[in-house]
């Protein structure tokens, strides 16, 4: 095992919990401001997959394509919001469940209803293609580090929102007393709106980047979404912070634990068996990882005071 | 008068005991034709509908219901279609592990299946029956073939297949005919997206070439990702993960890749070109081998249709084991376990224009079966 190598998959696994902290981030905010489960937040990572590949292929630019899936995943998320997700805030968990789970099935069949069943091509921006020597002497898809460096720039941009904006002082109000910013005359019904949809940018956003590294299909967002729901428990639900500590310490234990496991089980049992057992190890780390974490921190890692 | 309506009445009854002896059939047809695999369900349903559709068969009734890829959910759809729609056959289903969950259980039942498509060992083996045809493949098939293959160009060869029983046959499959050294084994998640972790394994392997089994949106991800790693190591697959429900979304990064299949749009036969003209001019696009395989099965389901009653379970199960349609895939027979005799191509994903496509470069078996058959004691 070379120090290239090692480098390689350090940068994988910071990659993986850049887009997962891009998906994540929303899914904490809208859970923080509005105490919302949101499962079709995946859906809406779909849609932004799907409006940056159809306008990319349309128009020929991928950029063009970038734009598109934000404007089209907020508005999705709007839409969403005003139509169907304001009517839950008074309910329990369970209603918000199950009627986000049928806005799942709907957005996924609507999806196949207007572009077929097979999967979309979008390709990476030729601005983008190839690799980049790293030091160590290995090799490095520049388009994965460009999503680095997108997700640094988002989150550096969350938290100037959030700490030195107006609207970023109505959304700390709104997640610690939601009836006394109502109650000083601030338009809770439109922040609740304005949230929500800048929570689906963000995972529109990091479906269309995710979009051109692998298949954009119906149903691509749900296994992000799960993975985005560990982040955010391990982080401390409602958390920005908590978001990107724990989408990066996913991203990296999840990649380095299918790279290492499966070689450190090699040295003690055979290599035909190491492989399966470690794979099958693999998958389940993350989630190990969280069961200790929260062991010793029930609420995250960062658990916004409540 | 009387003599007339004497005489009417005699003929109706003539007429209707004509009829009574083509007797319609019910096929239930179990597929996936939503979620993720979707692709593969619509290219299944599309080519058999049209199969029976171009037969003028009128007696032949479908029962299409989609299985969303769930196993509970098939196994649901056929105690329905076997308990309140009566169906005679079934057929349809995409993935192994739903025909692991609803085909022991409907052959118990006396209900003849016919896969299209998946060809998991354990049916093929021990657990073999005389109402199971696999029309399509004994799932080790094409991964052999490309274990064969391989050994004419590589000596050291990096190979990745999902971790789930299908993945693990993959493997069996290729290592039982290749006869180099291995840089590498390593199993990835089932629905996996990101292969980062595995490409820069492959980097560092030292290997000569790549085989993977892949199937569905996590071949596309990989031949996307692999394409723009920076790794020049040649890759090589079954041919799941290149045909042509994915070659669009994969796009020139698969240009020049070596896959296995027992079909391919450009096999010389009448059959074959007849079969591609009316799939492209009823659907607007080019057929897949789910599609070809899924025709074929219908065709074979017609071929018996002619010969012997449904309702005679004996003679019908000898009637399809004869084979004797024209397969799309040239020639084509049962072997003692029900499962396809057929030769196994080498294809090369090659651009016709603007589309991307197969063409046949080589044959890696002829008249090729499977390691199972005699384990299978019917």
């Known amino acids: 095992m070379s120090i290239a190598l090692l480098i390689e998959q350090l940068l994988n696994g910071l990659q993986l919990g850049v887009m997962l902290f891009l998906m994540a981030a929303g899914l904490t905010l809208i859970f923080g401001v509005m105490g919302l489960i949101n499962l079709a937040h995946g859906s809406l990572y779909m849609v932004g997959a799907f409006a940056c590949a159809a306008v990319a292929a349309a128009t020929g630019s991928f950029w063009i394509g970038l734009v598109a899936s934000l404007i089209a995943a907020a508005a999705a998320g709007a839409i969403m919001e005003v139509t169907v997700i304001r009517r839950l805030y008074e309910r329990d968990h369970l209603d918000q469940v199950l009627a986000t789970f049928a806005l799942i099935l709907i957005f996924s069949e609507g999806t196949r209803w207007l572009f077929g069943s097979f999967p979309l091509y979008l390709d990476i921006p030729p601005l983008l293609q190839g690799a980049v020597p790293l030091p160590g002497g290995g090799q490095y898809q520049l388009y994965r580090l460009a999503i680095i460096g997108v997700g640094i720039v988002v989150a550096i941009g969350l938290y100037f929102l959030i700490s030195r904006t107006r609207l970023g002082m109505r959304i700390r109000a709104g997640e610690a007393d939601r009836e006394m910013i109502a109650a000083l005359g601030v338009d809770i019904r439109t922040l609740y709106t304005v949230v929500f949809a800048l929570g689906a940018a963000l995972a529109g956003l990091a479906g269309a980047l995710v979009g051109a590294l692998q298949s954009v299909q119906v149903g691509m967002g749900e296994p992000a979404l799960i993975l985005a729901f560990v982040v955010i428990v391990i982080g401390g639900i409602g958390s920005i912070k908590g978001a990107l500590f724990g989408a990066i310490l996913v991203g990296v234990v999840d990649t380095m634990g299918r790279f290492l496991l499966p070689k450190a089980l090699a040295l003690m049992i055979p290599a035909a068996q190491a492989g399966p057992i470690g794979a099958a190890l693999a998958s389940m780390l993350i989630y190990v990882v969280m069961a200790l974490i929260l062991a010793f921190r029930p609420s995250g890692l960062f658990a916004a005071q409540s | ?378």
């Open chain 2, 1 to 378: 008068m009387k003599k007339i309506i004497a005489a009417g009445i005699f003929g109706l009854s003539l007429a209707t005991s004509g009829l009574a002896y083509a007797e319609p059939v019910k096929i239930g047809v179990i597929t996936t034709l939503s979620g993720g695999g979707a692709g593969l369900g619509v290219d299944m349903r599309d080519a058999f509908a049209l199969a029976m559709k171009q037969s003028g068969n009128k007696d032949v009734e479908l029962v299409i219901e989609d299985d969303a890829q769930k196993p509970e959910i098939a196994v649901q759809l056929a105690e329905k279609m076997i308990q309140s729609d009566k169906v005679d056959l079934l057929t349809g289903i995409i993935w192994s592990n739903l025909a692991m969950a609803v085909v022991p259980n409907a052959v118990a039942q006396d209900i003849i299946y016919l896969s299209p498509n998946a060809g998991p060992s354990a049916l093929a083996g021990a657990k073999c029956n005389q109402n199971y045809f696999n029309v399509a493949y004994q799932n080790d098939n094409f991964h052999e073939a490309m274990g064969q293959y391989a050994n004419k160009d590589y000596k050291k060869t990096f190979i990745l297949a999902p971790n789930y029983p299908a993945g693990k046959d993959s493997l069996t499959g290729f290592k039982r005919y290749y006869k180099g050294e291995l840089a590498g084994e390593t199993y990835t998640q089932v629905g996996q997206t990101d292969y980062a972790a595995e490409i820069a394994q492959i980097r560092d392997s030292g290997a000569d070439s790549v085989f993977f089994f892949l199937p569905g949106g996590m071949g596309i991800s990989f031949m996307k990702q692999y394409a723009q790693s920076g790794v020049n190591i040649p890759v090589m697959g079954p041919g799941f993960s290149f045909d042509q429900d994915i070659l669009p979304a994969v796009g020139d990064a698969a240009l020049g890749v070596k896959n296995s299949a027992s079909w391919s749009k450009d096999l010389d036969n009448e059959a074959n070109k007849a079969f591609v003209e009316a799939f492209q001019a009823e659907y607007k696009r080019l057929p897949s081998v789910y599609a070809a395989q899924s025709w074929d099965t219908a065709n074979l389901i017609l071929s018996a249709l002619g010969k012997a009653s449904v309702k005679d379970k004996d003679a019908f199960r000898a009637a399809l084991k004869a084979a004797d349609f024209k397969s799309v895939r040239g020639e084509f027979t049962f072997n003692t376990n029900n499962h396809p005799v057929q030769n196994i191509y080498v294809r090369e994903v090659i651009k016709e224009g603007d589309v991307l496509t197969n063409k046949i470069v080589g044959t890696a078996f002829e008249k090729h079966g499977d390691a199972y058959a005699e384990q299978c004691k019917m």
